[in-house]
């Protein structure tokens, strides 16, 4: 419970600041919320160590093949460091450059998932007659 209170109190303090920069300096809003964000993300991946060392154990006990772990946490990261990018993006009013990122994570998350993808294609097909 501590945790979801800094990470909330750390996002109303930037939007506090936020909205009093942009009174201002709006200019410099912009790096109030890429430090918030930087912090809020800091606070979230400390939490991610316990889930991933959890994963790993039950890979570990399972026999699932500790490669295809391995590309489903690079996955998950590019998918929160990208929608991090994105939502800076958005904030600045560039929202044709956060689509493009969207697009490049999409494809990027797509060709590391072939193999994951291959692998359960060849299992069906061993199942099938």
Request: proline share 2%.
């Amino acid at each position: 419970m501590a945790d979801i209170s800094k990470i909330i109190g750390i996002g109303l303090i930037g939007l506090i600041i936020i909205v009093i920069l942009k009174q201002y300096k709006p200019e410099l809003a912009i790096y109030v919320s890429i430090i918030a964000g930087v912090l809020i993300l800091v606070f979230a991946i400390e939490k991610l160590t316990g889930i991933i060392n959890l994963m790993q154990s039950i890979s570990n006990k399972t026999n699932i093949n500790s490669s295809f772990l391995k590309i489903l946490l690079k996955i998950t990261g590019i998918t929160f460091i990208t929608e991090f990018a994105v939502s800076i993006c958005s904030d600045a009013g560039e929202k044709a450059i956060a689509s493009k990122i969207e697009i490049g994570s999409k494809v990027v998350i797509i060709t590391m998932s072939i193999p994951i993808i291959t692998s359960l294609l060849e299992l069906v097909l061993e199942i099938l007659p």
